[in-house]
C-alpha cells in the first residue's frame, strides 16, 4: 500500500491523486470535513504520536478539522462582500479551503520572506488600524516572543465589526514558559516542540481580554458528543477562540 502511495503522489494530477485516495482509504469510521473524505482510519502523527490525527486524503490534522466545522457552525466568514482575511504562517490544507470562500478577500502573511503572499511580523504588523475584517491564526502564537505585543496589534488592526479565529496547544493549568529552556530537545518536552516558547493553559483568554479582545470559546465538545469527536478525529482537550475588538459598539 505504501509504494502504491508514493506512486501516485509522483505520477498523478492533484484532483485525480485525491479522488483516488478516497477510495483506496474509504471507510465508515470516521470522516475529514476539509476534504469531505469518508474514511476508514486516522493515521497517528506527532511526537509522541497521536493516534486518529492525520487524513490520508487531504494532510489535515486535528485542529485543521476543528477549524474548518466551528467556522462554518459560526458563519465566522463571508458575512459582508469583500472580506479582508488574513491568514498568518498558512497552513496548505487551510489556505485550500479559505481561498476558496465566495466574497472573501484572502491574504497570506509570514514573518519569513518569501513564504506568504506578505511579508509580516504579528507583533509589529504594517497594516493600518481598523483595516481587517478576518484573521486566522491557528499555533502561531506559542512561536512568537512577546506574545502579548502580538494579540494588542491583532486588537488594533481589526475592525470593530471584525474577528481573529485563533487556535495554540494549550493544555490545563496555567501558562508555562521559561526563558532559560533553549536547548531544542527540552523544549520539546517542556512546550510541546522545539520551536515553541510557552504551552498555553486555562489563563489564554485572560492574556487576549488583556490585549483588548472579548472572547467566545468554542470546544470540541460543544459541537458534538464523543461519538461525533472521535468520528472526526477530534482531540478532547481543544478549543477555537474567536476574539472581537471589546471596544466594538
Known amino acids: 500500500m505504501a509504494s502504491l502511495v508514493l506512486q501516485l503522489k509522483r505520477r498523478l494530477p492533484e484532483p485525480l ?31 509522541p504520536p497521536r493516534a486518529h490525527a492525520r487524513c490520508e486524503v487531504c494532510g489535515a490534522l486535528e485542529r485543521h478539522r476543528l477549524a474548518r466545522l466551528v467556522i462554518e457552525r459560526e458563519g465566522l466568514l463571508g458575512r459582508t462582500p469583500g472580506e479582508v482575511l488574513y491568514h498568518f504562517a498558512p497552513e496548505p490544507v487551510m489556505a485550500e479551503y479559505l481561498t476558496t470562500v465566495p466574497g472573501l478577500r484572502y491574504v497570506s502573511a509570514d514573518i519569513v520572506p518569501g513564504r506568504a503572499m506578505e511579508t509580516q511580523n504579528l507583533c509589529e504588523l504594517t497594516l493600518a488600524d481598523d483595516s481587517v475584517d478576518v484573521i486566522f491564526c491557528s499555533h502561531v502564537l506559542e512561536h512568537v516572543p512577546d506574545d502579548a ?19 495554540v496547544p494549550q493544555r490545563s493549568g496555567p501558562t508555562y514558559e521559561d ?8 523544549r520539546h518536552w517542556a512546550f510541546g516542540r ?23 470559546t468554542i470546544a470540541t465538545e460543544d459541537l458534538g458528543d464523543e461519538a461525533f469527536r472521535v468520528r472526526h478525529g477530534l482531540l478532547e482537550y481543544e478549543r ?10
Not at 485525491?18 to 486516522?42: D, M, Y
Open 17 to 47: 491523486k485525491r479522488s483516488v485516495k478516497q477510495a483506496l482509504f474509504a471507510g465508515t469510521a470516521h470522516h475529514c470535513p476539509c476534504c469531505g473524505s469518508n474514511l476508514r482510519r486516522l493515521v497517528p502523527h506527532g511526537r
Open 149 to 167: 505585543a502580538a494579540m494588542y496589534e491583532i486588537a488594533r488592526v481589526l475592525k470593530p465589526t471584525g474577528r481573529a479565529i485563533l487556535m
Open 179 to 186: 526563558a532559560s529552556i533553549v536547548d531544542p530537545e527540552a
Open 194 to 216: 522545539f520551536d515553541h516558547l510557552r504551552f498555553y493553559g486555562d489563563d489564554f483568554e485572560h492574556r487576549l481580554r488583556a490585549a483588548g479582545l472579548e472572547v467566545k
Open 240 to 249: 477555537v477562540f474567536v476574539a472581537t475588538p471589546a471596544n466594538a459598539a
